[in-house]
């Protein structure tokens, strides 16, 4: 089975940065959207960054001007670069995907297994 593998979580102090990488297991057919939410303790998961096919991006407002979401597809990978970060950055982070892992297939949304950051003061 399809698996959204996530790397490049870990303890920081505030102000570093991190970069966070999504890849999917295997070769995919095509994927719209790819995306980056979080979930802090306690919390409901949120939205950080969306990125579609065609470059759109969308962000939340509590991360615009230091998260950056980027994509890889030959590599089916999304990144989230990470600066200048807060102890409220603190969460798992997890990536999902919208992917058609053939042709033949429905599109269908896959969740990476989370990631987590935590940002020291």
């Known amino acids: 089975q399809v698996q959204l593998v996530e790397s490049g979580g870990g303890l920081v102090q505030a102000g570093g940065s991190l970069r966070l990488s999504c890849a999917a297991s295997?070769?995919?057919?095509?994927?719209?959207?790819m995306g980056w939410y979080r979930q802090a303790p306690g919390k409901q998961r949120e939205l950080v960054a969306t990125?579609?096919?065609?470059?759109?991006?969308n962000y939340a407002d509590s991360v615009k001007g230091r998260f950056t979401i980027s994509r890889d597809g030959a590599k089916n990978t999304v990144y989230l670069q990470m600066n200048n970060l807060k102890p409220e950055d603190t969460a798992v982070y997890y990536c999902n995907a919208h992917m058609r892992i053939r042709s033949i297939d429905a599109m269908r949304l896959y969740w990476g297994q989370g990631t987590q950051v935590t940002v020291s003061s």
């Open positions: 295997e070769t995919i057919f095509s994927i719209s959207v």
């Open positions: 990125l579609t096919s065609g470059g759109s991006t």
